[in-house]
C-alpha cells in the first residue's frame, strides 16, 4: 500500500482526529448487543420527564427499526469520521467539520431511538440545522451558501408542517407516545383530522426524504464536502423521512389515501430521479440523483401494505445504505487522488488504483441488483412485494422496474467508465488512497457481498423483526437469496437486458435527453420564484407600512385602531340598549355648542377663529361636568383649558399657519370610522350594568378611615396617592423635557 | 341624555384624528387636544351619569346621601387632564422645537431618522 500521506503539521497529526471515529465505533458495537434481544421481538425503553405540565417526555425506545437505524448510523458514521479525518488531513478546519458531525451523528441517534413525538421533533430540527450547517461547510464559496439555505427551508418548513402535524396527533390520540400511537392507528384514521395530520406528517417527511416536488434541495446539497455527503445524503439524514413513514406507518398507514400518496409520491420520485441521474457526468451528481431515486423506491414501497412490499423496503434500506455510502466514499477517492469526478475526463484506471476499483465493483454490483449480492435480495423482495401492493401491481411493478434498469446503467457508468479503456486523469499518477480512507468501504462493500451470500446473517435477526415493527402485524417472509425461478427472477432478468441496453445507448440518450427536456421537472426553478417572491412581499410591506412618512404611522395606527374596536363591538355578544331619556334644553345646547366648535376647529383656516372654538370645546366639557355633579373635575378642566389656550396663543405667535387644506376623503373615512366606533362601543359598554364595588368601598370608608368629605378628593390624595405622585412627576419630567426643546442648546439639525 | 354625550365622544374622537392625520404640526398639536378631550369624555360617561349630586358627604354624616354621583372616573379624569396637559405641553415645545430646527411644519417632510433614499428603492 503506497501511502501518499503528505507531512502534516504537528497540530494536525494529533490523535484526536481518530476519536470521533473510535466513540462511534464503539457505540456501534454497544448497539450489536442488543441484537439478540431485538430477534426476540423484545424492546429496551428508557423514559426521564422532560416538560410534565405539558405531557412531555424525554422518552427512547429501541426496536429492530431503530436498532437497523442506530447501527447504521454508528457504523457508517464511524467509517466516515474515520475517512473524513485522512480526507481533510491537510484542511485547518478539520475540528469544525468533525464537531459538527459528531453533533449530526447524536442528532441523529436521538431522532430514531425518541419515542416521544416532539423529543423526535427536536433532534428531527437539530438534524436540519447540522445539515445546514455541513453542506454550507464551504462558507466561502457563494453557491455553498446557498445551496445550505435552500436545504434548510425546504426541510426546514417540511420541519414546521410535521411539527404540526405531530401535534394534532398527539391532541387526538392524548399522548405523545410513538409506541401508544402505533397501536391505536383506528383512533387516526377515524378522526375527522386524519387528512390534515396525514398531510402535514408526510410534508414533513416528504421533504426530509427528498419525494418530488421537493427533491431538488438533495443534488444541491452535495456542494458539502464528500464525507459529509456520504454520511448525510446518502445514509442517514435523507431517510429520516422514510424512518418516520416507516414507524408511524402502523398509525396513519393502511387507507386509500396512504397508500396512493406514497405509491404516486414514490414511483414519480423513483422515474424524475433516474433519468436525471443519466444526464448527469459528475459521478457525485448522479449518486446523489441515484439516492432520489432509492428514497422514492422506499416511500413507493412503504405505501404498498402489503408484507412482502414492506420488507423488500426495509431489505432495500439497509442494501442502499451500505452500497451508496461505499460509492460516495469511492468517488471521494478518485477525486482526490485523480483529480475529479467528471466521468468523461477519468478512464483506464484499473491499474493505477485496482483497489479502488475493486471496491466499487463490489458496491455496484450490489445496486445493480447482481447475484450473489445483498442487493439481488433486496431487489427480489421488492418484485415480490410489487406483484401484491394494494395499489396497482402493474403500476408499481413497472416503475421498479424501468427504475432498477436506470439504476444498472448508473452502476455500470460508475464502475466501468472511469477503469476501463485508455487512461486519463487530470491528476499525473493517480494511486490508491491511503488505508484509513479505503478499509472503511471496502468493510461495506464485503458487508454487501457477505449478507447476500449468508442472508440468515441479517434475516431473522434484523430484517424480519423490522418488517414486523412497520407492518404492524406478522410476516410469513424468508429472506434467502435463491428463491427458485418465479415472477420476481423473470423480472429480474428483464431489468438486467434492459439495463444493459440503457448502459451501451448511454451517451446516446444523454444527448436526446439533453435535447428533449432541457428543464422539465426542475423544481428548483419554483422554489427560486418563490424565494424571490417572499422577498419581493416583504419589501412590499416594508414599502407599504413604513413609507418613512409621520402620516402615514398614524394613519395605520388609527385604521388599527379602528379596525380592534368595530371587531370587538362586532364580535361582542350585549347588544345596544340604551335611552334617550330626558334631554334639558340647556344640555343641549352645550352639546351643540362643543359640536359646532369642535366642526369649526376642523374646517376653518384661521388661526384666532381656531383657538377660540378650542377654547369653546374646553369650556363646554367644564360646563357638562358641573351639570353632572363632577365640579372638582370641571375647575380642573377650565384651568388646564385656560392654560392650553394661552400656551398654543402664544406658540402660534411662532409657528407657521395651518392652512386647511382639501378634504382628505381617506383620512375623513378613518376618522368616522374610529368616532362611530367609540360612540358605539360606548353606548354598548353603558347598556351593561355598572360595577359599583370600587365607587360603594370609597363611599363607606372616605370619612370613617380618611377623614374626607369630598370623596374625590380623598381618592386622589389619599386611596390613591401613589398615582397622583406619579402624576406630578409626569408633569414635572414633561416641564423639564420642554423647558430643555425650548433652549434647545442652539445646535441646529442640518437640512 | 347618555347616547347624545356619547354621539358627542365619537364626534370629538373623529375630529381629533382628522386633525392629527393632516400632516401639519399645528393643527395636529390641535388634535391632540381634542383627542385628550374625547378620551375623558369617554370615561366620564362611561361612569354613568348623575346629575346634581356631587360626590360628597354632609357634615355630621358619616357616608354619603344615596344616589350620589359615582366618584371614581372623576378621579381618574383628574389624573387624566393633568397627564393629558403634561403631554400637550411637551408636545408643543417639541413641536416648536422641531419646526426651527428642520425649517418646516409640514409632518412629512420631517424625514432626519429615515431619509428618503432609504425608502425611495
Request: aromatic share 10%; hydrophobic share 55%; net charge neutral.
Amino acid at each position: 500500500m503506497t501511502s501518499t500521506a503528505a507531512p502534516a503539521t504537528p497540530e494536525q497529526a494529533g490523535i484526536w482526529r481518530v476519536v470521533p471515529a473510535l466513540v462511534l465505533a464503539i457505540a456501534a458495537g454497544w448497539f450489536a448487543t442488543f441484537l439478540p434481544l431485538i430477534a426476540q421481538g423484545e424492546y429496551a425503553e428508557f423514559v426521564v420527564p422532560w416538560i410534565p405540565s405539558l405531557n412531555i417526555e424525554l422518552a427512547f425506545r429501541l426496536d429492530a427499526l431503530s436498532l437497523t437505524f442506530a447501527l447504521l448510523i454508528t457504523g457508517i458514521g464511524a467509517i466516515c469520521f474515520l475517512y473524513a479525518s485522512t480526507y481533510f488531513r491537510s484542511d485547518p478546519r478539520l475540528k469544525r467539520l468533525l464537531s459538527l458531525l459528531t453533533l449530526f451523528a447524536i442528532s441523529m441517534l436521538g431522532l430514531v431511538l425518541a419515542d416521544d413525538a416532539i423529543t423526535l421533533f427536536v433532534f428531527w430540527e437539530g438534524t436540519t440545522i447540522t445539515s445546514f450547517l455541513l453542506v454550507g461547510y464551504d462558507h466561502h464559496k457563494k453557491s455553498a451558501r446557498d445551496s445550505a439555505l435552500q436545504a434548510l427551508l425546504v426541510t426546514g418548513l417540511g420541519g414546521l408542517a410535521l411539527l404540526a402535524g405531530l401535534i394534532l396527533m398527539g391532541q387526538v390520540a392524548g399522548t405523545y407516545r410513538i409506541s401508544e400511537w402505533v397501536q391505536m392507528g383506528g383512533i387516526f384514521r377515524d378522526s375527522g383530522l386524519y387528512l390534515g395530520m396525514l398531510t402535514l406528517v408526510l410534508l414533513g417527511c416528504f421533504t426530509k426524504s427528498a419525494q418530488f416536488p421537493f427533491h431538488f434541495w438533495l443534488p444541491g446539497a452535495m456542494a458539502a464536502p464528500t464525507p459529509v455527503s456520504a454520511y448525510l445524503h446518502s445514509a442517514t439524514m435523507v431517510k429520516a423521512g422514510v424512518y418516520l413513514i416507516a414507524r408511524l406507518s402502523p398509525a396513519l398507514g393502511g387507507t386509500e389515501v396512504w397508500t396512493w400518496t406514497l405509491t404516486l409520491v414514490g414511483a414519480t420520485t423513483m422515474i424524475v430521479a433516474s433519468i436525471w441521474a443519466l444526464k448527469q457526468t459528475d459521478l457525485k451528481l448522479m449518486l446523489a440523483y441515484t439516492t432520489v431515486m432509492a428514497l422514492g423506491a422506499l416511500v413507493m414501497f412503504l405505501g404498498g401494505d402489503y408484507y412482502y412490499a414492506t420488507t423488500g423496503a426495509v431489505t432495500f434500506i439497509i442494501v442502499h445504505a451500505l452500497y451508496k455510502a461505499t460509492l460516495f466514499l469511492s468517488v471521494g477517492m478518485l477525486d482526490k487522488m485523480a483529480g475529479t469526478r467528471e466521468v468523461e475526463a477519468l478512464g483506464g484506471l484499473r491499474r493505477a488504483m485496482p483497489l479502488t476499483w475493486g471496491i466499487i465493483l463490489l458496491a455496484a454490483a450490489s445496486m445493480a441488483g447482481f447475484l450473489p449480492f445483498f442487493g439481488f435480495i433486496g431487489k427480489e423482495l421488492k418484485y415480490e412485494g410489487a406483484l401484491g401492493v394494494a395499489s396497482e401491481p402493474l403500476l408499481v411493478a413497472s416503475a421498479a422496474v424501468l427504475a432498477n434498469a436506470l439504476m444498472v446503467a448508473a452502476a455500470g457508468m460508475v464502475a466501468l467508465k472511469p477503469f476501463l479503456g485508455a487512461q486519463r486523469s487530470p491528476k499525473p499518477a493517480p494511486s490508491d488512497p491511503p488505508m484509513t480512507m479505503w478499509i472503511g468501504p471496502a468493510l461495506l462493500a464485503v458487508m454487501g457481498l457477505t449478507f447476500g451470500l449468508f442472508p440468515d446473517l441479517i434475516g431473522p435477526t434484523l430484517i424480519l423483526p423490522m418488517a414486523e415493527v412497520v407492518y404492524g402485524g406478522p410476516v410469513p417472509v424468508e429472506v434467502k437469496l435463491w428463491a427458485g425461478v418465479n415472477t420476481a427472477l423473470k423480472l429480474s432478468i428483464a431489468t438486467f437486458l434492459l439495463g444493459f441496453v440503457f448502459y451501451w445507448m448511454l451517451s446516446r440518450i444523454r444527448q436526446s435527453l439533453d435535447k428533449e427536456v432541457p428543464r422539465v421537472a426542475d423544481a428548483a426553478e419554483g422554489y427560486e420564484i418563490l424565494l424571490q417572491g417572499m422577498k419581493d412581499l416583504a419589501a412590499w410591506t416594508a414599502r407599504t407600512i413604513q413609507p418613512g412618512k409621520m402620516t402615514s404611522y398614524l394613519r395605520y395606527t388609527f385604521l388599527l385602531m379602528g379596525v380592534l374596536v368595530w371587531g370587538a363591538i362586532l364580535i361582542g355578544t350585549g347588544g345596544i340598549d340604551l335611552e334617550l331619556g330626558d334631554v334639558p334644553i340647556f344640555h343641549s345646547a352645550i352639546v351643540a355648542i362643543i359640536a359646532v366648535s369642535t366642526f369649526a376647529i376642523v374646517v376653518t383656516g384661521s388661526r384666532l377663529v381656531a383657538i377660540t372654538a378650542l377654547g369653546g370645546v374646553g369650556a363646554g366639557l367644564a360646563v357638562i361636568f358641573v351639570l353632572y355633579s363632577a365640579i372638582d373635575v370641571a375647575l380642573t378642566q377650565l384651568l388646564v383649558e385656560i392654560l392650553v389656550v394661552v400656551f398654543i396663543a402664544v406658540a402660534l405667535l411662532k409657528l407657521p399657519r395651518a392652512g386647511t387644506g382639501r378634504l382628505r376623503i381617506g383620512d375623513a373615512s378613518i376618522s368616522v370610522m374610529l368616532g362611530l366606533g367609540v360612540t358605539f362601543g360606548l353606548m354598548a359598554v353603558m347598556s351593561t350594568p355598572l360595577d359599583r364595588t370600587i365607587p360603594d368601598y370609597f363611599e363607606a370608608v372616605s370619612y370613617s378611615e380618611a377623614f374626607g368629605r369630598n370623596i374625590v378628593n380623598v381618592i386622589l390624595v389619599d386611596f390613591r396617592a401613589l398615582d397622583t405622585l406619579g402624576e406630578i412627576a409626569v408633569v414635572v419630567i414633561a416641564a423639564v423635557a420642554a423647558v430643555a426643546a425650548l433652549r434647545g442648546g442652539g445646535q441646529e439639525v442640518e437640512k | 341624555m347618555e347616547p347624545i354625550l356619547a354621539g358627542l365622544t365619537g364626534l370629538l374622537v373623529a375630529a381629533g384624528v382628522y386633525l392629527m392625520l393632516s400632516g401639519n404640526l399645528v393643527r395636529y398639536l390641535f388634535g391632540l387636544v381634542m383627542l385628550s378631550n374625547a378620551a375623558n369624555l369617554l370615561i366620564f360617561v362611561a361612569g354613568g351619569l348623575t346629575r346634581s349630586a356631587p360626590p360628597l358627604i354632609e357634615a355630621g354624616q358619616k357616608v354619603p346621601a344615596e344616589g350620589v354621583a359615582n366618584a371614581l372616573p372623576q378621579a381618574l379624569i383628574l389624573t387624566a387632564i393633568v397627564i393629558g396637559f403634561g403631554l400637550f405641553c411637551f408636545a408643543l415645545a417639541l413641536a416648536y422645537r422641531a419646526f426651527y430646527a428642520m425649517g418646516t411644519a409640514k409632518m412629512d417632510d420631517m424625514r432626519l431618522a429615515e431619509p428618503l433614499e432609504d425608502t425611495a428603492k
